[in-house]
């Protein structure tokens, strides 16, 4: 608990910096995104599969710079660069030496970027936006909020798994005052985002992020669980890896954005 404290204190310090300064929001986006990347990919490869972690890694980073810098991609450009690199990916399948199932070495490859990378990379949207270091730090605050109700809720009053094969620790009443807790949090935020959101609309989205918040950290275990690792990795003591700490936010992150920019 004690380590579990002050990683979290370190974190916190780190993501106001990212809310309050945008380039230090592109720096530490990116970076998570490199370092989760990797860890996703160490993780997969336990099951005996060789991914392509340079290609991975050279297009995860290049998502959350491209959108940092603003640069405007067409459709068409889009359209080419995916189709350029799924041709690049099988050509480098043929480069190995044995078969190491490529059908999922791809998948693997294509998928890791597309969760860790692509979905993260919302964040910087949403700072991006008018009003944006209020809805970030609105979105970070209710989605971490949801993780730390979880814990506690469920550290003192757990008894009922909630899914038991992807992960016995996490209990109905963790989950419970996890979303009681996201939304006392969000409500008490909601009053620094003044002009972007109704009150209602702030309290029906920090509803639905607290929702999809233990949906993302439920993914992350059922990852976790079918490669066999108990965390992503050791970067944070008590905490895990970047993967343990972002992923919440991996959902949250383009739920919240879609929502701003497409729905309201």
Same mark, same amino acid.
């Given at each position: 608990m004690e380590r579990r404290i002050i990683?979290?204190?370190? !974190? %916190? $310090?780190?993501?106001?910096a990212a809310v309050f300064f945008y380039p230090i929001c592109g720096v530490v986006v990116s970076a998570f995104i490199a370092i989760g990347l990797l860890e996703f990919f160490n993780m997969v490869e336990t099951k005996g599969v060789k991914l392509f972690k340079f290609f991975g890694l050279l297009v995860g980073i290049f998502i959350p710079v491209s959108i940092y810098? /603003? #640069?405007?991609? $067409?459709e068409g450009w889009q359209f080419l660069f995916v189709v350029a690199g799924l041709f690049l990916l099988f050509l480098l399948e043929l480069t190995k030496k044995e078969n190491y199932q490529p059908i999922f070495s791809i998948s693997a490859t294509v998928f890791g970027i597309l969760y860790i990378s692509w979905c993260?990379? #919302?964040l910087?949207?949403? /700072?991006? !936006?008018?009003?944006? %270091?209020? =809805?970030? $730090? #609105?979105?970070?605050a209710v989605t971490k909020s949801s993780d730390i109700g979880a814990y506690l809720f469920g550290r /003192?009053? $757990?008894k009922t798994p909630l899914i038991k094969r992807i992960s016995p620790q996490k209990s109905l009443e963790g989950a419970l005052g996890g979303f009681v807790f996201s939304l006392g949090v969000g409500a008490f935020f909601s009053f620094f985002v003044k002009d972007t959101l109704f009150f209602s609309?702030?309290?029906?989205?920090?509803?639905? !992020?607290? %929702?999809?918040?233990? =949906?993302g950290d439920l993914f992350e275990s059922l990852l976790k669980r079918d490669c066999g690792v108990k965390d992503s990795g050791n970067i944070f003591p008590g905490m895990g890896g970047v993967l343990d700490v972002i992923d919440s936010i991996i959902f949250t992150a383009p739920t #919240?954005?879609?929502?701003?920019?497409?729905?309201r």
């Open positions: 990683t979290s204190l370190v !974190l %916190i $310090g780190i993501t106001v810098f /603003r #640069f405007s991609i $067409g993260f990379s #919302f910087i949207r949403v /700072r991006q !936006l008018p009003g944006g %270091i209020a =809805l970030a $730090g #609105f979105l970070l /003192r009053w $757990g609309e702030k309290i029906f989205i920090t509803a639905v !992020l607290a %929702i999809i918040a233990q =949906l #919240f954005y879609l929502y701003l920019t497409m729905v």
